[in-house]
């Protein structure tokens, strides 16, 4: 929990993770949050991997519930090899050079360049951005603001 206390303060984070929790049950998600937080970058690399094998979805949904439900470690090869290998793709050789670093280096400072700093990000009409998880009254002010719903 001290990661999340430094990112988002203990008050909101002691709302925010009986929030998530209370959301997932109802999508039959099972939220935990006492994993490794670690790097990333080669479970992007393994996102961009299988979307070129059509198996990006399968991919991300495998990682997801490592990470969120199974307290799994993203960002450890092995981890991220068995993940590949669930959704039917042999990503160790690949895992094991650095093939798709640029890339993902370039995907990261574009969002930067958008504005966008945290998960998940929404990017509505290609102009405006909203990034994190947002209470449902946020999406009601911006969606007003936008002059998409009446205020």
């Known amino acids: 929990m001290q990661y999340y206390h430094q990112k988002f303060g ?12 209370e ?34 979805d399968e991919v991300m949904e495998i990682l997801m519930s490592y990470y969120f439900e199974q307290e799994r470690d ?3 090869n092995k981890v991220l090899a068995e993940a590949a290998s669930k959704a039917g793709l042999d990503a160790k050789v690949f895992l094991e050079s650095n093939d798709g670093t640029d890339k993902v280096k370039e995907e990261v400072e574009d969002a930067y360049r958008k504005g966008i700093s945290g998960v998940p990000a929404f990017i509505i009409n290609k102009k405006h951005s909203l990034s994190g998880a947002q209470e449902s009254e946020t999406w009601e002010d911006v969606f007003k603001q936008l002059g998409y719903i009446n205020k």
């Open 23 to 56: 959301q997932g049950a109802k999508c039959g998600i099972k939220f935990s949050y006492g994993g490794k937080i670690g790097n990333t970058m080669n479970s992007h690399r393994l996102i961009n991997f299988a979307k070129q094998h059509g198996k990006q």
């Open 10 to 21: 203990k008050e909101r984070t002691e709302r925010m993770i009986p929030f998530l929790k």
């Open 74 to 76: 993203i960002s450890d």
